[in-house]
């Protein structure tokens, strides 16, 4: 594996911080809660151009010292590095953005039933459609689709959907969160 790919833990552990950590201290201190989830969608932006900044980075310097090696990044693996490197660093900035948009609507939904609700309906998703070979089939699509994706365009656009939906959804689990 690539050390670039350890970059990637980042975006997933950052939306932790963001919603149990920081949410409470920022409403303690005055702060609304538009204004902190505006914050959050601009800070996971950022953090997903640096990350892929950085992984590209990594990827295109250190990955090819290790010549006796055989090192695996996953943009190589998702099929982005096939339209350039530069397309490579937008896919991944903007999967990375759907990835952290995805789990801090998750976690800000889990003092709630329907946050309970919506980890059951997910569990179910993966216990069910991946042993069932036809559903299975459902699944690899979806998945091909946001993240194992060569096609560009399709992948950048897909991700921006999704993000701007989760991150209205968001937006409505914030304005029923207390404190």
């Not at 790919?5 to 932790?16: E, H, Q």
């Not at 949410?23 to 989830?37: C, E, P, R, S, V």
């Not at 990827?59 to 982005?80: F, K």
């Not at 069910?128 to 992948?155: C, D, E, K, Q, Y």
């Amino acid at each position: 594996m690539s050390n670039g790919n350890y970059t990637w833990l980042l975006a997933v552990l950052t939306p932790f911080f963001f919603v149990f950590y920081d949410f409470m201290k920022l409403m303690h201190l005055g702060a609304n809660k538009k204004d902190y989830y505006i914050a959050c969608l601009i800070s996971y932006m950022a953090l997903a151009f640096v990350i892929s900044l950085v992984n590209t980075g990594i990827h295109l310097v250190i990955d090819p010292i290790y010549s006796a090696e055989t090192v695996i990044n996953m943009m190589d693996v998702c099929r982005w590095t096939e339209n350039g490197i530069f397309v490579a660093a937008l896919q991944q900035m903007f999967f990375l953005f759907l990835v952290m948009i995805f789990l801090h609507v998750l976690l800000s939904m889990q003092a709630y039933w329907y946050g309970w609700l919506t980890d059951v309906i997910l569990i179910a998703i993966i216990c069910i459609f991946t042993p069932i070979t036809p559903l299975r089939a459902v699944l690899s699509v979806f998945f091909s689709l946001i993240m194992i994706n060569g096609n560009a365009l399709l992948h950048i656009a897909i991700c921006v959907l999704l993000s701007a939906a989760l991150s209205l959804f968001g937006l409505m689990v914030l304005k029923r969160k207390t404190l």
